[in-house]
């Protein structure tokens, strides 16, 4: 069945008529992907900053230094693996594992070509396609959370205790922001399954129908990862390393491998729900037959390469924010936009599948957007009046004055005494 073209079936069904060593093969391709998109994503983020910095990056190992990742790679392999006295050391071996495992499940729902032959046979470049795939990808990113919380846990000390509590109270919020942020896809895509929210936008891309979505999501998969500016749970300034201060040689490594696939499959997933997916930019879509089908591997991940950029770009530019800052961003500025959003497309969705005029969709968009610019308006001047009222309590009551003791003078000390 899967030797005739595949002609008139869906990608699902095309991925549902894979055999079992075909099912394998494509799992290797994509675990050999993540780990090569890892060394080179490496590579390119120290390349790409030493860009930015005005100095010069790895350039030493291979040409260009592209083997630089590698390098590091095996000399963190060599370096001496060691577990603290006071460290649960089932935990402390298990939790590096968790880290790194979830991510590249988390990569099985990821569509990343449509119909192709693979040795003789009509599939898709996925492994499996879940009817609530995206629904998997977020409970596999919950999971991921526990290796590090018990990496902070386990370790018996108080720095990776406190970075790993700040990561978990770090990803309830802002996936609490992903996750609202994805309802809206869902409405209009009617389906939870990442291959059909990928066909259904053959029209218009959801990062542009759903723009304040897709916004919320960008800077909501910045804070899952734990990435610059909101790598609080690694904050070297306060917490020396965070939840991985005790981790050394492969077990250190597989945390620095979680990060930067989880970077690679939180791209995927924003390619995935708004930019298409593997379809080709507006106006190119005759490029999708190229190769056999395999040109569109090169539009999915040249869109994940331009949120990479984004990451790095994030990274290079902008300070660590401060934790409280951090938290009341997510609870107080994302949800609630996330929340009201929801709201607006639900409303907006009903009325056009139950046919209501062009003229009062319109309209209800108009005056929403009023609402916002009044409550905005609003909002900064109650602000303002809190800064006036603040700066007039500070004059009614002035701190008070303490007496500071004079300074003795300094005994200066001359070049004769010195020499002797």
């Known amino acids: 069945m899967s030797r005739n073209g595949g002609e008139g079936m869906s990608t699902s069904e095309l991925i549902g008529a894979d055999p079992g060593w075909l099912i394998l093969v494509k799992g290797v391709l994509i675990f050999v992907i993540c780990v090569v998109a890892t060394l080179l994503s490496i590579w390119a983020e120290r390349r790409i900053v030493a860009r930015m910095q005005v100095r010069i990056g790895p350039n030493r190992v291979g040409k260009f230094g ?56 009509s599939t898709a470049m996925q492994l499996t396609d879940l009817p609530v795939g995206v629904l998997y990808v977020l409970a596999i990113a919950s999971v991921g959370v526990y290796g590090i919380v018990l990496a902070g846990w386990s370790s018996g000390s108080t720095y990776p205790l406190l970075g790993g509590l700040r990561s978990s109270a770090q990803v309830i919020s802002y996936e609490v922001a992903m996750g609202l942020s994805l309802v809206a896809v869902f409405i209009y895509a009617g389906s939870m399954s990442t291959s059909s929210i990928v066909e259904a936008q053959n029209k218009w891309w959801f990062g542009v129908v759903l723009f304040p979505s897709f916004i919320i999501y960008v800077i909501s998969m910045v804070g899952e990862t734990n990435r610059a500016p909101f790598d609080l749970a690694e904050a070297e300034g306060e917490l020396v390393g965070g939840f991985h201060t005790e981790y050394s040689s492969l077990k250190f490594a597989l945390f620095f491998l979680a990060e930067y696939v989880n970077m690679v499959v939180v791209s995927s997933l924003a390619t995935t729900l708004f930019l298409g997916g593997y379809h080709a930019l507006p106006g190119l879509g005759f490029t999708e037959t190229w190769l056999g089908g395999w040109f569109t591997m090169v539009w999915f991940f040249a869109k994940v390469i331009l949120f990479f950029f984004l990451f790095v770009w994030l990274r290079g530019t902008l300070p660590r924010l401060r934790y409280d800052q951090f938290m009341q961003f997510g609870w107080k500025v994302l949800i609630p ?84």
């Not at 609402?371 to 905005?376: D, N, P, Q, S």
């Not at 309590?393 to 004769?416: D, M, N, R, Y």
């Open 66 to 121: 592209l083997l630089q990742s590698l390098a590091d790679g095996v000399k963190l392999a060599l370096k001496e693996d060691l577990i603290p006295k006071a460290a649960d050391r089932i935990v402390f071996v298990i939790a590096p594992i968790i880290s790194a495992t979830t991510c590249f499940m988390a990569f099985a729902v990821i569509p990343m070509t449509g119909k192709v032959s693979l040795f003789g046979h």
């Open 337 to 420: 936009v996330s929340l009201i959003w929801i709201m607006i497309v639900s409303t907006l969705r009903v009325m056009s599948q139950q046919g209501a005029p062009r003229f009062v969709i319109i309209a209800f968009t108009f005056g929403v957007l009023l609402l916002v610019f009044a409550g905005t308006s609003l909002f900064e001047r109650a602000k303002e009046q809190r800064k006036k009222e603040d700066k007039e309590s500070l004059k009614a009551f002035p701190a008070p004055s303490f007496p500071v003791p004079l300074l003795t003078p300094q005994l200066s000390i001359g070049t004769e005494e010195i020499n002797d």
